[in-house]
């Protein structure tokens, strides 16, 4: 596509449901990044997938998150049990890496409100 | 670990006046990258300007330059002629070498041109 989508653009879900945003990157991006932004905060680091490495899981902050990437396109970020404190912008970006740098492009993100 | 730090929460310029926005970073890397990301209120994350920690030449992109002093492990971003679309949040950001490893962001500047 033209550029990274993701869907829903916004979900309202309440306390202790599950809820699942999808990205999808750029076609031929190798790479696919999670981040979350809370209010008043920058971007957190979530999640990383690089072609068909193991993910690097290392800023998930709890185990109700969970990512996968299905045949190295599109991703599902997934939180279970939601509590309001999930309450944040989901972004997601791609890059190729094809070089020692690749800029990484953003989608819209999604807005994540736990009532 | 890598932070990164914003601390001008918000500012405001004249429209066609210069503005400059503060960054300042921890590292014990010796070879980075940095970034200056802007937001618009669409929520997309918008590269405005990147710099490599190996080069002494500021880098520079239109309106946009950087004041890169690697020695304060300080990183400002100039913008010259503000232009009413430049109303966004500005995030600071740092990448280790070698590239395409997730981004550490600040927690950003709300930047509001006024005509």
């Known amino acids: 596509g033209a550029g990274v989508s993701q869907s829903p653009s916004n979900k309202v879900t309440e306390k202790g449901k599950d809820v699942e945003l999808r990205c999808d990157p750029i076609?031929?991006?190798?790479?696919l990044y999670w981040y979350r932004q809370s209010l008043g905060q920058g971007l957190e680091f979530l999640i990383y997938?690089?072609?068909?490495?193991?993910?690097?899981k290392s800023g998930l902050p709890s185990d109700r998150f969970s990512a996968e990437r299905t045949g190295g396109s599109v991703s599902t970020l997934t939180i279970q049990r939601t509590q309001q404190e999930d309450s944040a912008v989901y972004l997601c970006?791609?890059?190729?890496?094809?070089?020692?740098?690749?800029?990484?492009?953003f989608g819209p993100g999604t807005r994540l409100t736990v009532l | 670990a890598q932070t990164v730090t914003q601390s001008q929460p918000e500012m405001s310029v004249q429209e066609a006046e210069t503005v400059t926005l503060s960054c300042t970073y921890d590292?014990?890397?010796?070879?980075?990258?940095l970034f200056w990301y802007k937001q618009p209120p669409s929520r997309q994350m918008i590269l405005v300007i990147r710099?490599?920690?190996?080069?002494?030449q500021n880098a520079t992109e239109n309106r946009f330059s950087v004041n890169f002093q690697k020695a304060a492990k300080s990183f400002s971003l100039k913008i010259s002629d503000s232009q009413l679309g430049d109303t966004a949040m500005y995030f600071c950001?740092?990448?280790?070498?070698?590239?395409?490893?997730?981004?550490?962001f600040g927690k950003g500047t709300r930047l509001s041109v006024i005509a």
């Open positions: 970006a791609s890059t190729d890496s094809l070089g020692s740098y690749n800029e990484q492009f």
């Open positions: 076609s031929g991006h190798t790479a």
């Open positions: 997938f690089q072609g068909n490495s193991a993910p690097d």
């Open positions: 590292t014990s890397e010796n070879n980075y990258y």
């Open positions: 710099q490599e920690a190996y080069k002494q």
């Open positions: 950001a740092f990448m280790k070498m070698p590239g395409n490893t997730p981004l550490v």
